[in-house]
């Protein structure tokens, strides 16, 4: 039985990308631990380390060239999952908000 929304995180198994999909992981299950259905990790090779929920791509290393930091990716799965939900200091203020002055 698939619980969704599904979020899954396929990293290369050749190099050995194992634990930080598993860090990854926890840190969404962390955040969203009512919100998420399902969290899968799905061995994969060639340097991939995708991450998608419900089918759609949100993040893949090769495309951005490299990995998401932590909070941008906590926003990306909030906008879909629970857009009203506030993250505390994983919110990052738009571009040119006061009090950023140079």
Same mark, same amino acid.
């Given at each position: ?5 599904? $979020? ?13 999909a598993a860090w990854t992981a926890q840190e969404l299950l962390t ?26 791509? $949100? ?26 939900r506030k993250l505390g200091h994983s919110d990052r203020k738009p ?8």
């Amino acid at each position: 039985m698939t619980r969704e929304p599904r $979020l899954e995180i396929e990293y290369c198994t050749q190099c050995r990308w194992l634990m930080r999909a598993a860090w990854t992981a926890q840190e969404l299950l962390t955040t969203f631990p009512q919100e998420l259905g399902e969290v899968a990790l799905v061995p994969g090779t060639g340097g991939v380390f995708d991450v998608s929920l419900d089918g759609e791509l $949100l993040w893949s290393r090769k495309a951005e060239g490299g990995f998401a930091e932590i909070p941008l990716l906590k926003q990306m799965v909030r906008d879909r999952i629970a857009p009203d939900r506030k993250l505390g200091h994983s919110d990052r203020k738009p571009t040119g908000d006061a009090g950023h002055g140079m």
